[in-house]
């Protein structure tokens, strides 16, 4: 099989130039966001909130809730295999409809699952979230890699870094947005001046992000037509071939086979296990050991992340589009391991807390969108869902392996009541996000030794 050769940028291409060509990019580049945008609100609004609203509403213990949402994370990356294929085979626009069905048909069932009394049946509340999870997980896991199959095939080739980070940028954004909305709809808090805020609960706030979901799905089947499908491509596709193609083929494509980019990808596990840590352990963490005050604006505090990665991710890939990715790579996943060190102070202020996530998401900002960039440059055309797929794998592992043990850890060192030790919980996940960087620095020129790694 041939493959596309990917190499450091260096089109003589004004930042000017480039910029102008981004921003000029077809109806469906934009269309393609918006959906990014708005399931970047509803998939984050339900996500931080998860573990509060299993343990609180639905009732289940904290290792319980771990393995739960761990397991429903998990699922997301594993259904992304499969879900890049859909991407191939029936086209982004198809693949993005059939992705928000399955969101939108989760979201409203999940909401259930917290009926008072559970209808006399005692379990029928856990039973109902599962369902709900794997529904939303199956949705997720096909839209993810039709969005970043979307930035390929309906931007110029010369922008791609741009592209691949405007994608990661704005699904960010949505996030701002939800970590800023989620506590005026979540409590009656005091915001600006005289306002309150509605203080509908956590069940409100995943209430609205079902009826954001399905006013998404009503856009996007309006407005994404075939024809702009059709007109918007700048990348050819035979399509012939490509719908010929079984699934099995498709499957066998993929390159499980190749050590090096196998090895590539699988370094970064480690590191990983910090973003499954954002939603397993922050949220209980900042409940159980800072005062009511933070807790109450806790989605702002959480929101600083996607605030940085707005800013950061396309300004870095404008000014580092020329530095090898496996630079910024051990940059970023070093910085993003040591500022968890941070925390592992016996007594951890709002400062120090606020510092780490500001550092946490520089480091994160550096090399995440690189990662995808370098994923899909690597891929044939007709192939980058299923690519795609294959690059989440390490991030499936590290959701799911993270939380068989982070339920387990907070019940040790930060118990609801009793005697907490937060910073040797820290200590030790710091030391395991220190393998990524020290392991690519160890590998770098045996990962490098190839035509297609540049």
């Given at each position: 099989?041939?493959?596309?050769k990917?190499?450091t940028?260096?089109?003589?291409?004004?930042?000017?130039?480039?910029?102008?060509i981004?921003?000029?990019?077809s109806?469906?580049?934009?269309?393609?966001?918006?959906?990014?945008?708005?399931?970047?609100?509803?998939?984050?609004?339900?996500?931080?909130?998860?573990?509060?609203?299993?343990?609180?509403?639905?009732?289940?213990?904290d290792?319980?809730?771990?393995?739960?949402v761990?397991?429903?994370?998990?699922?997301?990356?594993?259904?992304?295999?499969?879900?890049?294929?859909?991407?191939?085979?029936?086209?982004?626009?198809?693949?993005?409809?059939?992705?928000?069905?399955?969101?939108?048909?989760?979201?409203a069932?999940?909401g259930?699952?917290?009926?008072?009394?559970?209808?006399?049946?005692?379990?029928?509340?856990?039973?109902?979230?599962?369902?709900?999870?794997?529904?939303?997980?199956?949705?997720?896991?096909?839209?993810?890699?039709?969005?970043?199959?979307?930035?390929?095939?309906?931007?110029?080739p010369?922008v791609?870094a741009?592209?691949?980070?405007?994608?990661?940028?704005?699904?960010?954004?949505?996030?701002?947005?939800?970590?800023f909305?989620?506590?005026?709809?979540?409590?009656?808090?005091k915001?600006?001046?005289?306002?309150?805020?509605?203080g509908?609960?956590?069940?409100?706030?995943?209430?609205?992000?079902?009826?954001?979901?399905?006013?998404?799905?009503?856009?996007?089947?309006?407005?994404?037509?075939?024809?702009?499908?059709?007109?918007?491509?700048?990348?050819?596709?035979?399509?012939?071939?490509?719908?010929?193609?079984t699934?099995i083929?498709?499957f066998?494509?993929?390159?499980?086979?190749?050590?090096?980019?196998?090895?590539?990808?699988?370094?970064?596990?480690?590191?990983?296990?910090?973003?499954?840590?954002?939603?397993?352990?922050i949220?209980?963490y900042?409940?159980?050991?800072?005062p009511?005050?933070?807790?109450?604006?806790?989605e702002w505090i959480?929101?600083?992340?996607?605030?940085?990665?707005?800013?950061?991710?396309?300004?870095?890939?404008?000014?580092?589009?020329?530095?090898?990715?496996?630079?910024?790579?051990?940059?970023?996943?070093?910085?993003?391991?040591?500022?968890?060190?941070?925390?592992?102070?016996?007594?951890?202020?709002?400062?120090?807390?606020?510092?780490?996530?500001?550092?946490?998401?520089?480091?994160?900002?550096?090399?995440?969108?690189?990662?995808?960039?370098y994923?899909?440059?690597?891929?044939?055309v007709?192939?980058v869902?299923?690519?795609?797929?294959?690059?989440n794998l390490?991030?499936?592992?590290?959701?799911f392996?993270?939380?068989?043990?982070?339920?387990?850890?907070?019940?040790?060192?930060?118990?609801?009541?009793?005697?907490?030790?937060?910073?040797?919980?820290?200590?030790?996940?710091?030391?395991?996000?220190?393998?990524?960087?020290?392991?690519?620095?160890?590998?770098?020129k045996?990962?490098q030794?190839?035509?297609?790694?540049?």
């Amino acid at each position: 099989m041939e493959q596309t050769k990917t190499t450091t940028v260096q089109d003589p291409t004004s930042l000017v130039t480039e910029l102008k060509i981004i921003f000029s990019s077809s109806r469906a580049f934009w269309l393609v966001n918006l959906v990014n945008f708005g399931d970047g609100i509803a998939y984050f609004g339900i996500l931080t909130l998860l573990t509060l609203f299993l343990g609180g509403s639905v009732g289940m213990s904290d290792v319980m809730t771990g393995m739960s949402v761990s397991t429903f994370t998990g699922l997301v990356t594993l259904f992304m295999f499969f879900g890049g294929l859909v991407s191939d085979k029936y086209g982004v626009r198809k693949a993005l409809s059939i992705a928000l069905f399955f969101l939108f048909t989760g979201r409203a069932l999940l909401g259930f699952s917290a009926v008072p009394g559970n209808m006399g049946f005692p379990h029928l509340g856990y039973v109902m979230s599962w369902v709900s999870l794997i529904i939303m997980a199956v949705g997720s896991g096909i839209l993810q890699p039709a969005l970043y199959a979307g930035a390929k095939e309906y931007t110029n080739p010369k922008v791609s870094a741009i592209a691949f980070s405007f994608i990661y940028a704005i699904m960010n954004l949505g996030i701002v947005c939800e970590n800023f909305l989620s506590p005026f709809i979540r409590t009656n808090e005091k915001f600006i001046g005289n306002v309150h805020g509605l203080g509908w609960g956590i069940m409100g706030v995943f209430l609205t992000c079902t009826a954001i979901t399905g006013l998404l799905l009503l856009m996007h089947l309006t407005l994404f037509t075939k024809r702009i499908e059709d007109t918007c491509k700048t990348r050819v596709v035979d399509e012939a071939v490509n719908r010929n193609r079984t699934w099995i083929q498709r499957f066998k494509e993929m390159p499980f086979r190749d050590a090096r980019l196998m090895a590539f990808i699988f370094l970064l596990l480690p590191v990983r296990t910090l973003f499954a840590h954002q939603f397993l352990t922050i949220p209980d963490y900042v409940f159980r050991v800072f005062p009511a005050e933070v807790a109450a604006k806790f989605e702002w505090i959480n929101g600083i992340n996607p605030f940085i990665i707005v800013i950061f991710v396309p300004l870095i890939a404008m000014f580092t589009r020329k530095i090898n990715v496996f630079t910024m790579l051990l940059f970023g996943t070093a910085l993003s391991a040591a500022t968890t060190f941070l925390l592992t102070g016996a007594h951890t202020t709002l400062t120090m807390l606020i510092l780490y996530v500001i550092l946490w998401s520089l480091g994160e900002a550096a090399w995440s969108s690189r990662f995808y960039e370098y994923v899909a440059e690597l891929a044939p055309v007709g192939q980058v869902g299923a690519y795609m797929g294959l690059a989440n794998l390490p991030w499936f592992l590290a959701k799911f392996t993270t939380g068989l043990y982070s339920g387990s850890m907070l019940a040790h060192y930060v118990p609801k009541t009793g005697t907490q030790d937060p910073g040797t919980m820290w200590l030790i996940y710091g030391l395991i996000a220190c393998i990524t960087p020290i392991g690519l620095l160890l590998t770098r020129k045996w990962l490098q030794n190839r035509s297609v790694v540049q």
